[in-house]
């Protein structure tokens, strides 16, 4: 169709098909789950408003690692209706729009409902902290940076590919096989969430090369995890870092190079100049990135081989 600049409207008229399409390719590939299945009611117990005893921070088994992981993981899920409200502003609910806005947000309200269900039955976290956080998150809400369709979508397919990196490895830090198989169910779900996205940016940027290569350029560089406004986030961005659930080396391996190589954007030969400039910006960023994820790895190698010999002297003593 050419390289032209399109308005937001124009772009959901030209991607119509591919939206209808790829919510047809999602309802086939996806599988019905049921968040009560993955929950471990026996271990529940009423608390103290019921007869009970209140949450005491003995009673977790999860490491602190894998509390900050969940904790931000689920305040994450439950700001759903700051992103709902962002993906039906940007895309429609008309047609194929539509329909894909209400099923990935019926499917994303799962997450959190299995993740609370989770945590309150095992006790793994202060549910009145929790709910306080959620109250304070809700609150503010979130809105990623772009203000157009293109930066929502090209967004989207990242964030939604770093949640499911983050998930399953969460589940694994828990050390518990129940937890990692309903993060494992959740992430799945992120996965086909993120290939809808993925698919609706890659058809774009056949239509409008330049103007979606920007988009994708200015998410990339601004980019910053829905949870970033949330309390406690940086204490928790740095656990989960240390932990190994998610760093900037897997978001650079993990999510951004596939998603990039999937879109052949090194490769295209359809961008104009705007669109070559945006690329080549791009690319020095991606290389700036490597770097950071490099010292980020050798800094974090230094303070575990330290926090190992002091507990080696600890355990001499």
Same mark, same amino acid.
């Given at each position: 169709?050419?390289?032209?600049?399109?308005?937001?409207?124009?772009?959901?008229?030209?991607?119509?098909?591919?939206?209808?399409?790829?919510?047809?390719?999602?309802?086939?590939?996806?599988?019905? @789950?049921?968040?009560?299945?993955?929950?471990?009611?026996?271990?529940?117990?009423?608390?103290?408003?019921?007869?009970?005893?209140?949450?005491?921070?003995?009673?977790?088994?999860?490491?602190?690692?894998?509390?900050?992981?969940?904790?931000?993981?689920?305040?994450?899920?439950?700001?759903?209706?700051?992103?709902?409200?962002?993906?039906?502003?940007?895309?429609?609910?008309?047609?194929?729009?539509?329909?894909?806005?209400?099923? @990935?947000?019926?499917?994303?309200?799962?997450?959190?409902?299995?993740?609370?269900?989770?945590? *309150? *039955?095992?006790?793994?976290?202060?549910?009145?902290?929790?709910?306080?956080?959620? +109250?304070?998150? +809700?609150?503010?809400?979130?809105?990623?940076?772009?203000?157009?369709?293109?930066?929502?979508?090209?967004?989207?397919?990242?964030?939604?590919?770093?949640?499911?990196?983050?998930?399953?490895?969460?589940?694994?830090?828990?050390?518990?096989?129940?937890?990692?198989?309903?993060?494992?169910?959740?992430?799945?779900?992120?996965?086909?969430?993120?290939?809808?996205?993925?698919?609706? *940016?890659?058809?774009?940027?056949?239509?409008?090369?330049?103007?979606?290569?920007?988009?994708?350029?200015?998410?990339?560089?601004?980019?910053?995890?829905?949870?970033?406004?949330?309390?406690?986030?940086?204490?928790?961005?740095?656990?989960?870092?240390?932990?190994?659930?998610?760093?900037?080396?897997?978001?650079?391996?993990?999510? *951004?190079?596939?998603?990039?190589?999937?879109?052949?954007?090194?490769?295209?030969?359809?961008?104009?100049?705007?669109?070559? =400039?945006?690329?080549?910006?791009?690319?020095?960023?991606?290389?700036?990135?490597?770097?950071?994820?490099? =010292?980020?790895?050798?800094?974090?190698?230094?303070?575990?081989?330290?926090?190992?010999? =002091?507990?080696?002297?600890?355990?001499?003593?």
């Amino acid at each position: 169709m050419g390289n032209r600049e399109l308005t937001d409207r124009e772009l959901l008229h030209e991607l119509e098909g591919a939206a209808e399409e790829n919510v047809n390719r999602h309802l086939t590939m996806t599988k019905d @789950w049921h968040p009560h299945d993955y929950v471990p009611w026996d271990d529940g117990s009423n608390f103290a408003a019921l007869g009970g005893v209140d949450w005491d921070p003995e009673q977790s088994k999860l490491s602190e690692t894998a509390k900050a992981a969940m904790i931000t993981n689920l305040l994450t899920e439950d700001n759903l209706p700051s992103y709902h409200r962002e993906i039906a502003q940007h895309f429609s609910l008309d047609g194929a729009w539509g329909t894909w806005v209400g099923r @990935w947000t019926a499917e994303e309200n799962k997450h959190s409902i299995v993740m609370r269900d989770y945590l *309150v *039955v095992t006790r793994g976290v202060d549910p009145v902290a929790l709910e306080n956080a959620r +109250m304070d998150h +809700m609150t503010r809400g979130f809105g990623p940076p772009g203000g157009s369709m293109l930066s929502s979508v090209s967004y989207v397919t990242f964030q939604e590919l770093a949640t499911r990196v983050s998930h399953r490895n969460t589940g694994k830090a828990c050390v518990d096989p129940i937890a990692d198989r309903m993060l494992a169910r959740v992430a799945a779900d992120e996965n086909l969430h993120m290939m809808f996205y993925r698919n609706i *940016v890659g058809a774009a940027l056949d239509i409008a090369p330049d103007q979606t290569i920007a988009a994708i350029h200015k998410v990339l560089t601004d980019f910053q995890m829905p949870g970033a406004e949330m309390q406690n986030f940086r204490r928790n961005a740095v656990l989960i870092a240390k932990g190994g659930i998610y760093d900037l080396r897997q978001h650079l391996d993990d999510v *951004v190079l596939p998603v990039l190589r999937k879109w052949k954007v090194f490769e295209r030969n359809d961008f104009r100049s705007d669109g070559e =400039r945006y690329r080549e910006q791009l690319a020095e960023f991606l290389q700036t990135l490597d770097g950071k994820a490099t =010292r980020f790895e050798e800094s974090r190698d230094r303070a575990l081989a330290r926090e190992a010999q =002091r507990g080696e002297r600890a355990s001499a003593l």
